[in-house]
């Protein structure tokens, strides 16, 4: 009889065996919580395609974040539905609108316990939910745009945004929004650039998260799902540009390019694990298909395996406190 010369079984025996020997783990610390607020709302309101999430009013939004500082949470990032849209998504730059309000009323309640994110995009804005401007041909006109964003930029910073999120795909947008704060002597807000954000069917529920207005879709800014060097170019553009840290969005469709991206940044990677995975995961959870809990630990474990230091995940406030349980 002869013996197998390796047995990997061995360090699989326990549970404290596999604690010990686990090469990736989560911690709260680690997830990022991605919110939405609504303008004019006076009781939360759920979001049916994300069982679970709701658009907050300005109290159960602070609430939320003081939750997540509690459980150990380390950032948040804020999304406004506004109650009035235009073309060019004026709201935006109102020092009083519903993002920038957001952001200060969060920045009151936590301060700097937990990293504050404002999402930098004007397709909540925009009563054509594009990004940003169109030009003539209903093309999204990129550097009309991109001066849109260094003002957004300034505003979000003002209300004390200690990151920004820059998600519109425009060229060039790091490099703007990185010389706008500079210029308004706002030096060390940081920028979280969504570097490689691929156009994606898995962003459906979040347009009824926003209540978006787009009609088509976002293919001639966003990137092409075919694609897998050019993520590359995208992330060396960012950084070139000044950006702090840099994301891959969505996550779990794109663990190839997350791992990519991981093995070249010399800066943090975030992966966004967006609304449609979220909704993937409940809707099989829901009906019994799948583990609820086994399946969400595990999806966002393989994102970190993948190579993410952070993650932008629907679920943040309550894996952290299983987290903190076990
Ligand atoms: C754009 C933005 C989107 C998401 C985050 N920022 C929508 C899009 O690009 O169409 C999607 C996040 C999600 O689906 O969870 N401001």
Redesign the pocket.
Known sequence: MSFPNHRPRRLRTTPAMRRLTAENRLAPADLIL?AFIREGLTEPSPITSMPGVVQHTTDSLKRAAAEAVELGVGGIML?GVPAVRDARGTASLDPDGVLNKAIRDVKAEVGDHLVIMG?V?L??FTDHGH?GVLDAEGYVDNDATLEIYGQMAVAQAEAGAHVLGP??MMDGQIAVIRQALEESGHKNTAVLA?AA?YASA??G???E?VDSQ?KGD?RTY?MDAANRREAILEVELDLEEGADMVMV?PAMSYLDILADVAAMSPVPVSA?Q???E?AMIEAAAANGWIDRRGAITESVLGIKRAGADTVLT?WASELAGWLKES
């Open positions: 991605p999304f999402d995009c397709d909540e990004c998600s519109g969504y954000k898995f962003y529920p979040f347009r998260a787009l976002r966003q969005k966004y967006i609304s449609g979220y629907y």
